[in-house]
């Protein structure tokens, strides 16, 4: 008996994991590509792959992307605001399949990265 109720937890277990999504992450990208780029299961309480896009209004060359797990409430919205003089709009796209919201990436060292950061935040104040 002790056999079968082990058997029925492992299933179950199986069952449980083998309905999660599967995402592509990205915390920060420039231009289409990811900086460093990872996949990660969802959650219940993020459920939904998404893709997202940061967009500066005072330079077409300050969009940031960024990919992961997300709760549904925050799904195919649109959001404005502004940070100190400039203003931003961030879309968000979500998808349900494993592994839809895309994978272009490249591996860039930290300081490679920071150093494009900055550059790009320097350029848009010499403007």
Request: hydrophobic share 40%; proline share 2%.
């Amino acid at each position: 008996m002790m056999k079968f109720i082990w058997v029925c937890a492992a299933l179950m277990a199986l069952f449980i994991t083998g309905e999660s999504l599967t995402c592509n992450t990205c915390k920060v990208g420039f231009r289409g590509k990811c900086l460093y780029s990872s996949t990660e299961t969802c959650s219940d309480s993020k459920p939904n792959c998404y893709r997202g896009e940061l967009a500066f209004n005072v330079s077409r060359f300050m969009n940031m992307q960024t990919q992961g797990c997300i709760a549904s409430s925050l799904c195919n919205q649109t959001e404005s605001g502004a940070l100190l003089t400039a203003e931003y709009t961030v879309t968000r796209t979500c998808c349900s399949t494993d592994l839809c919201n895309g994978a272009t990436s490249i591996q860039l060292p930290l300081t490679a990265a920071l150093s494009t950061a900055l550059m790009a935040v320097w350029s848009t104040w010499s403007l």
